[in-house]
Each structure stands twice: as C-alpha cells, then as structure tokens.
C-alpha cells in the first residue's frame, strides 16, 4: 500500500507539471489488464488536484500488438469510434495503451486534448522524472532546429549524412505535457524533426554499442545504410545487418524504407547501458540519453507527412557529432551549445 500511495505522489506530482488543475477532466486509456494500477494512481491524483476523471478500458487482443514489437499505427482504438469520441471530450489524456502514430490519436489530439503516453516502468518514470532546468534547454535546442535549413550527422565509424529540413515542425519531448492539442511521453527528454521525405541523403553506420528498436538489443557488428533521396537503397554488413535486412523486408511495404524522424537526447539522467542491465518496457531511457542522436525510420504521419508504414525503427546512436548548418550542436557524443548543457 506504502509504494501505491508513494506512485500517486509521483502522478500527481508528474499531472502538475502537466497543468491539471480544478475542473478540467483527466481521462485514462488502458486495455485489458495492463497497468490498472497506472490507471488507479492517475485518477487518484487527478481527483487530489480537483479534476474530474474517467477511464476507458479497452478488450484484451485485436488492434495493436506487443509495445516491445513497436509496430505502430494500430491500436485498440481502431474501429471504435465510440471510445475515441469519449476520450476526445478529456482536457488531458494518460495513454497506457502507446496510440502513437495512430489516427486515433491525431484525431483526439485535433480537439486540442494533450495527451501523455505513459508505459515505462514505475521505477524508470521515477529515475527519469523531469528534471529542473530540462523545458529550457531543450526549447533552445527548439529554436536552433527551427531556425537551420539543413542537419548533419556524422562519426568515427562512417556516418555521414544530411537532411534538408523545409517541411515538418520541430517537436519537443520534455516528459510533461501542459500543450493543448499536443502529444509526450513520461519518461522523455529530447526533441526531433523530419528531413524533407525526398532530402536525406548520405550513409548511416550503426555501430557496435549502438541499439536497433525494437530488436531491443546492442549491435555486435556494424550495419552500413545507404540513403538516397530519404530512402534506404542498401544495408549492408554481417548478421546484425541480415537481420535488420529481414525485418524490413518482412513487411512488404516500399515505405518501411523511409526515412522517419532525427533528434538529439537531452534527458541527463538517462543511460545507455540501461538496456544491458534491466531492460523493461519500451527502451525510453536509452532513446533520451544525453548526446545521442535518435535516427530513425518509417512513419512520419506524426509530423504531418505521407509515410504511414507499421514498420518503425529507432536507434539512438552514440559517439556522433551534430551540425545544424554546419555550427555544432553535439561533438563526440557531448552538447557543446552551452545553454543547452546539462551538469551529469
């Protein structure tokens, strides 16, 4: 009972951050039996600030697969447009379910309820709880993103490639949301954009030590990817590269090749060994280390493009350097922009 009531002290401390205040209503989306207790703690604390609170429970099975799959795009929603109208008369929704990507949630979202999507394990959420100073370095990172026409990548294993950026809005990860008609997700810490669905073009090297999602495990060999016109053309290396080869492949959908969203962690607290010594949930830590750089690909339809693929991949590669017009963001894996810098 202690540790119960200690998580609704972290929910309602996590809904203040997220504007919760005095007759606004607090809804909850879980399906099945996954983390009812999530569920019970968030409405516990939604009624403690003076909200009003529901819960929409969905059926087991149907709809969107195992969270660690990370096959996005269906969801216990699909279908259900009763359920997605009640859930779009919230202020704020607590997602339990990942709706990411999904129209579902662009739906509700489109009628201006936030929505925070929250998965992880209690003990990451409370490892990883925003931390002081966090909004405000990363809108900076905001500001220099908005503000660049072109993002490089590059590293000491082989990296090097650019995305032309005149199409999609920069969005921020701060592990709160008090956003109306925006999305986040508890735990989080970066930000992100998308090159033009025709400008990312040069050679990303995942190197060993790195992590492919939802593979959910560090690469041994590198895997060499060669893009062109914002599509994946050739990958190419061992057996990490034969299995990534496979995966996508497994989809039979031209658009898995595309190239998705680029970003950089900015989350102090998070490490990226997490994944090798208790990996739980859907690897947020490792996505939001500071320094990193989050490539991925896939669907964009989150950022307001055309690629709406199931088939999404993450990984948050180490040891890179960034450049927003060639000025450096991150050096070596370390961000150099000083109002942008964390003390680890």
């Known amino acids: 009972?202690?540790?119960?009531l200690d998580f609704i002290d972290l929910c309602e401390a996590q809904l203040k951050l997220s504007a919760v205040r005095e007759g606004e209503h607090v809804a909850v989306v879980s399906r099945g039996d996954e983390r009812l207790d999530y569920a019970d703690a968030f409405m516990a604390a939604a009624r403690r600030l003076g909200a009003s609170t529901y819960q929409v429970r969905l059926p087991s099975g149907g709809a969107g697969g195992s969270l660690t799959a990370l096959q996005v795009g269906a969801t216990p929603l699909s279908g259900n447009p009763a359920a997605v109208e009640a859930l779009k008369q919230s202020d704020l929704l607590i997602d339990l379910v990942f709706l990411l990507f999904s129209p579902e949630q662009m739906a509700?979202?489109?009628?201006?309820?936030?929505?925070?999507?929250?998965?992880?394990?209690?003990e990451v959420l409370r490892a990883m709880f925003p931390t002081p100073g966090q909004r405000e370095r990363i809108d900076h990172?905001?500001?220099?993103?908005?503000?660049?026409?072109?993002?490089?990548?590059?590293?000491?294993?082989?990296?090097?490639?650019?995305?032309?950026?005149?199409?999609?809005?920069?969005?921020p990860e701060y592990g709160f949301n008090d956003r109306p008609g925006e999305w986040d997700h508890w735990p989080s810490g970066f930000l992100f954009t998308?090159?033009?669905?025709?400008?990312?073009?040069?050679?990303?090297?995942?190197?060993?030590?790195?992590?492919?999602?939802?593979?959910?495990?560090?690469?041994?060999?590198?895997?060499?990817?060669?893009?062109?016109?914002?599509?994946i053309?050739?990958?190419?290396?061992?057996?990490?590269?034969?299995?990534?080869?496979?995966y996508m492949a497994s989809f039979g959908d031209p658009d898995a090749y595309g190239i998705s969203?680029?970003?950089?962690?900015?989350?102090?607290?998070?490490?990226?060994?997490?994944?090798?010594?208790?990996?739980?949930?859907?690897?947020?830590?490792?996505?939001?280390?500071?320094?990193?750089v989050l490539f991925s690909t896939g669907p964009n339809g989150e950022l307001g493009g055309s690629n709406h693929t199931a088939c999404h991949v993450d990984v948050p590669l180490h040891g890179c350097s960034l450049f927003l017009d060639e000025e450096p963001v991150i050096i070596d894996g370390d961000i150099v922009v000083p109002e942008m810098r964390a003390v680890r």
């Not at 026409?149 to 090097?160: E, K, N, Q, W």
């Not at 053309?233 to 496979?246: K, T």
């Open 1 to 4: 009972m202690t540790d119960f």
């Open 108 to 122: 509700i979202q489109a009628t201006g309820t936030r929505i925070l999507s929250v998965v992880e394990p209690v």
């Open 233 to 246: 053309v050739d990958i190419r290396g061992e057996l990490d590269a034969l299995l990534l080869r496979e």
């Open 261 to 292: 969203h680029i970003g950089w962690g900015m989350h102090e607290k998070a490490r990226r060994t997490s994944l090798a010594v208790d990996f739980k949930g859907i690897g947020m830590e490792a996505r939001a280390t500071y320094g990193n």
């Open 141 to 171: 990172g905001v500001e220099l993103l908005r503000r660049a026409s072109t993002l490089r990548v590059t590293s000491p294993a082989g990296t090097d490639v650019t995305y032309r950026l005149n199409t999609f809005p920069v969005v």
């Open 194 to 231: 998308g090159g033009d669905e025709d400008g990312v073009d040069g050679t990303v090297v995942i190197a060993p030590g790195d992590i492919v999602f939802p593979f959910n495990d560090y690469v041994r060999t590198p895997i060499t990817l060669t893009i062109e016109h914002g599509r």
